[in-house]
C-alpha cells in the first residue's frame, strides 16, 4: 500500500493506530478501498499458518468505497445492514476495517461461534454491538477463529489457531482470532468476549492492550455469552485505541437488561481519558500472586516505576477470599452427572447451586475487587495479567491490560497442560492490569494509557511472524 504523500513518516499496518489511519485517509496518502484490499492481501499471506480468520465479510468492499465517497464528498457517515448510507458527523472509526470473534451475529456472514453444526446459521440481523460499529463507520472486514468447547484457540470450523511470538506457540483462549489478526495488522483492531481471561489474557500473549469492560457495559445481544459474567470489549495495539472503540460500542440495549445498570444517560468519550499524567490520581495496590522469578522481578521493578510517575502504591492488601478461590476444589460429580446437567441447572432451588451461587457473590463482591478496594481505599488494583482475570470475574468488574515485556532469549521452555503446545518460553509477552470499580473505564483507561505512554514496552516484543504488503 503506497502513499501519495511524504510529509510524515510512514508506520507499518502492524503498528498503524487510529490516529495513523485517520491521517492517512484524511491527508490522501490512501483510502478506505487501499485499507481493505491491504488487508485482504496480509490475510492471504499467513492465514494458513496462523489459522486466525474463518470468514471474510463479502460486502466489506463495497462498504470502503462508500466510504471513500462520502469521504470524498466531505461527509463522514455509516454503512448500515440495509446497505444504505446513514450520514452522521464525523467519528474517528469512519472506514475503518475491524475484526469480530465469531460469536456476533451479523446479517450476512455465519454465526458458527466455531462450530460445524452452526455453519450455515444467520440471524437476519446484525446483534447490537455490530450495528453500533456500522453506525460508527467502521468496516466489517473478517469473522476470525473461535475456540469451540476444547483447546485453546481451537474450532471445529477452523482447527488450531498459533500464536505469532514463538514457533507453536498456545494462543491461550477463545478470542485469539482477533488477538492474532490484531497484532499481525491483519485489521485495525479485533472485538473479543470475556468471562475470564478471554480478553485481556490473549491480549497478553499477543503483546496488544485488551479491555474487559463492566458486565453490561456494552449489549450482549444476539452474541452467543454468558449473560451473568460476560463481557465485549477491544483488542488494540494502543489504549487510545482501545477507547475509542469502546465509546462507539457502549450504550443501553433494550435487547440487554444488563444495559440498564449503566449509570450515565450519555456515554463518555473514552479517549478524552488518555492523559500522560494519568498516574498522579491513582492509589492503588499489587495483591500478591504466584508468579514464575522473571515476571514476578518485572513486575515489582515496574510498581517501582508506579511510584516514580506518581501513583501512590499500598502494600501488603490482599482479596480475602483470594487463597480460598485458588484452593477451591469441587467435587468431581461423574458422567451421571453430566447426564443430568440441564436438570441441575434448571434446578435453581436446589441446595448445591444456592451454595454455588452464595460462594460467588462472596467471592465477586466482599472477598474479591470491592472488598479490596473499599478496605484499602484504593482507586484501582495492580496484577500481572496473567493472574489478573480470576477475582475481578465472579462481579463483572473491569479490567484493562497492557503490555509490559517479553520473556528472555534464556527462558525454560513450557508446554500447555494438553502437552501439544508452547505455553511459556522466549520472547512470550507477559502484561500488567489495571482493575477497578464497575463502571470505571474512564479511571483505567486513564491509568494504562499514562503507564503505556510513559513506558512503551510494548516495542519490546516482535513477532516472529509478519505479512509483507
Keep these: 500500500m503506497g502513499f501519495k504523500k511524504t510529509t510524515r513518516p510512514r508506520p507499518f499496518l502492524m503498528d498503524m493506530t487510529l490516529e495513523d489511519l485517520n491521517y492517512g485517509l484524511e491527508g490522501d496518502f490512501f483510502t478506505s478501498t487501499d485499507l481493505v484490499r491491504s488487508y485482504l492481501k496480509r490475510i492471504q499471506e499467513v492465514n494458513h499458518i496462523v489459522r486466525a480468520i474463518a470468514e471474510l465479510d463479502p460486502a466489506a468492499l463495497d462498504q470502503a468505497k462508500a466510504f471513500d465517497a462520502e469521504r470524498l464528498a466531505g461527509i463522514s457517515g455509516s454503512w448500515n445492514s440495509s446497505s444504505h448510507l446513514v450520514f452522521c458527523m464525523h467519528i474517528p472509526l469512519h472506514g475503518i476495517p475491524i475484526i ?3 460469536q456476533f451475529a451479523t446479517h450476512n456472514m455465519n454465526n458458527t461461534s466455531g462450530s460445524t453444526a452452526l455453519f450455515g446459521a444467520k440471524t437476519g440481523r446484525d446483534t447490537a454491538v455490530v450495528k453500533r460499529l456500522r453506525d460508527a463507520g467502521v468496516i466489517t472486514l473478517e469473522i476470525p477463529q473461535w475456540l469451540a468447547m476444547a483447546g485453546n484457540g481451537w474450532s471445529a470450523d477452523g482447527g488450531q489457531s498459533v500464536g505469532i511470538f514463538f514457533e507453536n506457540q498456545d494462543p491461550w483462549g477463545s478470542s485469539t482470532g482477533p488477538a492474532i489478526g490484531t497484532a499481525l495488522g491483519l485489521a485495525f483492531a479485533g472485538l473479543g468476549t470475556e468471562v475470564e481471561g478471554s480478553i485481556t489474557c490473549v491480549a497478553e500473549r499477543s503483546n496488544l492492550i485488551g479491555l474487559k469492560p463492566t458486565v453490561g457495559l456494552v449489549s450482549r445481544d444476539l452474541v452467543i455469552l454468558s449473560r451473568r459474567l460476560g463481557s465485549i470489549g477491544p ?6 485505541d482501545a477507547a475509542a472503540t469502546l465509546t462507539a460500542i457502549a ?3 433494550p435487547n440487554d437488561p444488563a444495559t440498564n445498570a449503566i449509570p450515565f444517560e450519555i456515554i463518555p468519550d473514552y479517549t478524552k481519558a488518555c492523559k500522560l499524567d494519568g498516574l498522579n490520581a491513582l492509589k492503588g495496590n499489587p495483591p500478591c500472586a504466584e508468579l514464575t522469578s522473571f515476571v514476578s522481578k518485572e513486575f515489582e521493578a515496574y510498581v ?5 510517575l506518581g501513583a501512590t502504591v499500598v502494600d501488603d492488601c490482599c482479596f480475602e477470599g483470594y487463597e480460598d478461590a485458588l484452593k477451591k476444589q469441587y ?8 447426564e443430568n446437567a440441564w436438570d441441575f441447572f434448571d434446578n435453581r432451588e436446589c441446595e448445591e447451586f444456592k451454595a454455588a451461587l452464595e460462594y460467588m457473590e462472596r467471592l465477586a463482591h466482599g472477598g474479591g475487587v470491592q472488598g479490596a478496594l473499599e478496605k484499602n481505599r484504593l482507586d484501582a488494583l495492580i496484577l500481572p495479567t496473567c493472574v489478573s482475570p480470576i477475582v475481578p470475574a465472579p462481579g463483572g468488574y473491569p479490567i484493562i491490560t497492557v503490555p509490559l515485556g517479553v520473556y528472555p532469549e534464556d527462558s525454560e521452555i513450557k508446554m500447555c497442560p494438553r502437552g501439544d503446545m508452547i505455553e511459556r518460553g522466549p520472547n512470550l509477552p507477559f502484561g500488567l492490569s489495571f482493575i477497578g470499580k464497575k463502571f470505571s473505564e474512564e479511571k483505567l483507561i486513564k491509568y494504562a494509557c499514562s503507564f503505556e505512554q510513559q513506558t512503551q514496552r510494548r516495542k519490546k516484543g516482535r513477532p516472529i511472524l509478519a505479512p509483507k504488503t
Design 235 to 240: 483488542l488494540t495495539r494502543c489504549v487510545m
Design 100 to 102: 469480530l470473534k465469531n
Design 251 to 253: 450504550g443501553k440495549c
Design 304 to 308: 517501582e516505576v508506579l511510584r516514580e
Design 331 to 338: 467435587r468431581f460429580r461423574g458422567n451421571k452427572a453430566m
